[in-house]
């Protein structure tokens, strides 16, 4: 079965660069979840996006913005980076007619 | 005081060897209950979706919910080796989906 697909795996950039994180979910999914996973922590629900509007926001910095596409992937941006901001970085899909959601293997970003 | 409160562990058991993961909450609100299971570094791979009291089996996984305790609990049965990972519950928490995350428990199999 198809699973949510996120790009890049890995990711290394500099203090103050800017990092665009791309998921695409489970076809036939019409909602995307954004968590961010820091060492030994919990997911943090970031943002979300129903039917390619924003339709909930977590603890997501003003540094960072989303956005859902006309074929329902879609990228987190991230700017002017902090050492803080290294973490893993999921993706989750779900269907709006279930609450089940379907995570990707997740983005790993480094910030040096 | 987190919303969702889970042990960290770890939690050590020989092989074959019954699984008990528990997770507690305190917003009566919460309706619709997942257990994932996180291997290093990779995503949370859902195992378990609930949505009413009692219990719920599936292969080796029994998920058993009681909203009255708010408690939440998920048995692995004939444990193996591989299913050494963290498993984590979750709960929707508000109409859009969000999920609240429990701390996770480590779980190690060992032969």
């Known amino acids: 079965a198809a699973g949510v697909i996120q790009s890049p795996r890995h990711l290394i950039k500099e203090k103050r660069e800017t990092a665009t994180l791309k998921c695409y979910p489970i076809p036939r999914h019409d909602t995307v979840y954004w968590y961010q996973q820091g060492p030994g922590q919990d997911p943090q629900f970031l943002i979300s996006f129903y039917e390619k509007m924003q339709s909930d926001k977590g603890s997501i910095p003003d540094r960072f913005s989303a956005q859902q596409f006309s074929d329902y992937h879609s990228e987190l941006n991230m700017s002017s980076l902090e050492l803080g901001d290294s973490a893993l970085y999921f993706c989750a899909s779900s269907s709006s007619d279930r609450n089940e959601q379907f995570f990707g293997p997740g983005t790993r970003l480094t910030v040096l | ?111």
């Not at chain 2, 019954?18 to 009566?28: A, G, H, W």
């Not at chain 2, 996180?38 to 058993?64: C, H, I, V, W």
């Not at chain 2, 919910?65 to 939440?72: C, E, G, H």
């Not at chain 2, 701390?103 to 060992?110: D, I, N, P, S, Y």
């Open chain 2, 1 to 111: 005081q987190k919303e969702v409160e889970q042990d960290p562990g770890p939690l050590s058991v020989p092989e074959g060897a019954i699984v008990s993961l528990n997770c507690t909450y305190s917003n009566s609100a919460f309706q619709y209950f997942m257990w994932y299971r996180q291997y290093s570094r990779k995503g949370p791979e859902l195992l378990m979706y609930t949505y009413s009291s009692g219990n719920k089996e599936d292969g080796r996984f029994t998920a058993q919910v009681d909203k009255s305790s708010k408690y939440i609990s998920l048995f692995i049965r004939d444990s193996q080796p591989s299913d050494s990972a963290t498993y984590l519950c979750a709960m929707v928490v508000d109409s859009w989906g969000k999920l609240q995350f429990g701390a996770g428990t480590q779980v190690v199999v060992t032969p």
